[in-house]
């Protein structure tokens, strides 16, 4: 993976030298609230409802073996004993002090980790497929153009004060992972029919209050003008992206007000100023970022045919593990491991810190010392000999992170909702709990088959809840807790925005609605091979609504 | 029916305006039942963000149940208690803070 350079090591440094001043004046009563305000956002420092909370970046998604385990050490030492992992791969920690923060920081920097550019109306850490690098579907691993993207974009002093703030995904394969599409900027790693790397650019894709589905405005950009592009777009954004309210600030609304093909027109005249001048990436450049993303030597393991056989034969709670949460890898005798962080009423994402130290054993021993975060907040081993997954599945049975439901129902993005978060308008954890535990057979979840549901406790969306096969929106109403169902929602390559099904339930209600949804479905699909959302396109809302609102319209 | 609250400065964690100070429960908060009163609390609460002790202050509306002070809204109930999800931490946690409150 990416080791920090001199550069960086200064760079971070000198953030952290910066900042901790900064604390210690606030402390002091030397600035004010509102002075300090935008620094503490700078550097990943939110006020919640509790707490502070500091949100910390994992680029990419990318963590190694030693920083997974100074989490661990910050979330003990600093916090209550756990951290939340985030649809945008980062982690969170829920209680920091502010008197603390820069011994956080300092700490993290010893890791080549920081919280910088995790707030703010500027370009956020870039996410990536977590597969990257495994996939056996993968063009090339997106990790290193990620990585060129994290370091142009660090500090930018042109994009450091955009309208709003400002996503980039990446993903390498032709099947989306990365949720690429609901995007500010969205890249698809591709070959073109040469064999020349280069990307599909996507642009104005976003969640929130107004979804919507990114545009695609190039099918092919060559790799060398990735900077100049990515420049192009933030120029024409960055000009004429609304400042006057923030609610229409991002750039999705830039591009639906201005219409795809004028916008992409000045986008393209802007690069022509651009792409044949300094922007341009050397090759040289691009094979040294990629050099830091090789891949680990994945000896042949031929052995492990027999052995999954055997362990299959042994522990059926094994043999569903591997169906559910192992991929198959670019490398025969290697696989792909997904660590649910969904146990059965658990709250989706976090982790305790001996959790943390656990897996990071775990990554160092079996899986050449590389961790994943997936924006579906899950840990990922992405690469695990196969003769060595039933020690893997033993190691995580006993730190309780075992658990066999990866793309299942019970399988949940959740947001913090209104237990933690000051945006929130409800509560989203307890609903996540009480789905997982009503659908806690895995036999039943299985029977069901892939489903994603989603939840987020306000419109912000950062539960996804707009692209969930199922989503739920935590919203306040008359004082009590209302979820509103959307239906029909998908975030991989064929990127679809949920349809709200009608009007919401009570959180007494919603846990009753979701099931309802789901027997309707199983009643209505043609065979267990069609997906509840291939279900949905096919028949559409009406058998849904029927099930759930039926009885009222008769009774009006 | 209100009372005043607040996040410390040092270290964000939510407090309510009781006896002169800041505590860390609501359930002795001084309460305020008239606009003059409101004002009053207003009044120190800016004094209080101005000398750098607490940051976001807020009126909210609360009920008194059994002399104990209680938020209506579901979202300051959670900020008194802590997460709903993990009463084994926040201030729900405390019994010296749960007795107070």
């Not at chain 1, 090339?140 to 060129?148: F, G, L, N, Q």
């Not at chain 1, 006993?398 to 019970?410: D, K, Q």
């Not at chain 2, 109930?77 to 084994?88: L, S, W």
Request: hydrophobic share 40%.
């Amino acid at each position: 993976m990416y080791r920090y350079d001199e550069f960086d090591h200064d760079f971070v440094e000198a953030r952290v030298a910066e900042f901790s001043d900064q604390v210690q004046r606030r402390l002091a009563g030397e600035i004010t609230e509102d002075q300090f305000r935008p620094l503490r956002l700078m550097n990943g420092v939110y006020l919640q409802l509790h707490a502070y909370m500091l949100r910390i970046a994992v680029p990419y998604g990318t963590l190694n073996s030693r920083q997974l385990r100074m989490l661990g050490h910050i979330a003990r030492k600093y916090d209550k004993g756990y951290g939340h992992f985030t649809t945008r791969q980062n982690i969170q920690f829920n209680w920091p002090a502010l008197s603390d923060i820069p011994a956080i920081l300092a700490d993290l920097a010893s890791v080549e980790m920081h919280a910088i550019q995790t707030s703010g109306n500027c370009i956020r850490n870039v996410t990536a497929d977590h597969f990257a690098g495994a996939a056996a579907d993968e063009v090339a691993d997106p990790r290193p153009y990620a990585e060129i993207l994290r370091q142009w974009s660090s500090v930018h002093p042109e994009f450091s004060f955009l309208p709003r703030k400002f996503k980039i995904a990446v993903t390498g394969a032709e099947r989306d992972r990365a949720a690429i599409q609901t995007h500010d900027i969205g890249l698809h790693l591709k070959k073109n029919a040469a064999g020349e790397l280069g990307f599909a650019v996507y642009v104005g894709g976003g969640q929130g209050r107004t979804p919507m589905v990114a545009k695609k405005i190039r099918d092919f950009l060559p790799e060398a003008d990735l900077l100049s592009y990515c420049t192009a777009i933030l120029r024409v954004y960055n000009l004429y992206g609304r400042r006057d309210n923030k609610y229409k600030a991002r750039i999705k609304i830039l591009v639906h007000e201005t219409g795809v093909e004028e916008i992409t027109r000045q986008i393209e005249a802007e690069w022509q100023e651009l792409k044949d001048a300094e922007l341009k990436l050397p090759e040289a450049d691009i094979q040294a970022i990629n050099a830091y993303f090789a891949p680990p030597a994945l000896a042949d393991r031929p052995e492990g045919d027999v052995a999954v056989k055997q362990a299959r034969l042994d522990s059926k709670s094994f043999s569903e593990w591997l169906d559910q949460n192992v991929v198959t890898h670019r490398h025969p005798d290697y696989a792909a491991v997904t660590i649910s962080l969904k146990g059965i009423g658990e709250v989706p994402g976090d982790a305790t810190d001996s959790q943390m130290e656990a897996v990071a054993d775990i990554a160092e021993k079996y899986a050449f010392d590389e961790l994943r975060v997936s924006h579906e907040q899950n840990l990922i081993l992405p690469h695990v000999a196969r003769a060595d997954l039933k020690a893997v599945y033993d190691a995580l049975v006993e730190i309780g992170l075992a658990t066999a439901n990866s793309n299942l129902i019970s399988d949940i993005i959740s947001c913090p909702g209104l237990d933690y978060c000051a945006l929130a308008t409800a509560r989203s954890i307890p609903v996540a709990q009480e789905i997982s535990r009503r659908f806690a057979s895995l036999e039943r979840q299985r029977e069901i088959g892939e489903l994603k549901l989603k939840i987020s406790g306000c419109i912000n969306a950062c539960g996804h809840h707009h692209v969930g096969h199922i989503g739920i929106l935590g919203v306040e109403k008359k004082g009590s807790e209302l979820y509103q169902v959307t239906l029909g929602g998908s975030a991989d390559e064929n990127t679809s925005v949920g349809e709200i099904i009608g009007r919401g339930f009570s959180s007494e209600e919603i846990t009753d609605a979701i099931e309802q949804i789901v027997e309707t479905y199983l009643g209505l699909r043609l065979n267990p091979d069609e997906r509840f959302i291939d279900a949905y396109r096919r028949v559409g809302p009406a058998p849904f609504k029927e099930a759930l609102y039926a009885g009222e319209t008769k009774a009006a | 029916m209100k009372v005043l609250t607040a996040n410390r400065l040092s270290d964000g964690i939510a407090v309510w305006y009781a006896d002169g100070g800041w505590s860390e429960a609501v359930g002795h908060a001084d309460i305020a039942h008239d606009k003059v009163a409101e004002d009053r609390l207003e009044a120190i609460g800016a004094t209080a963000a101005a000398n750098n002790q607490v940051v976001d202050v807020n009126l909210i509306d609360v009920t008194v149940v059994d002399g104990v002070v209680e938020p209506v809204r579901l979202r300051e109930k959670i900020r008194a208690a802590g997460p709903t999800i993990r009463t084994d931490i926040g201030k729900q946690a405390n019994p010296e803070a749960a007795r107070a409150a």
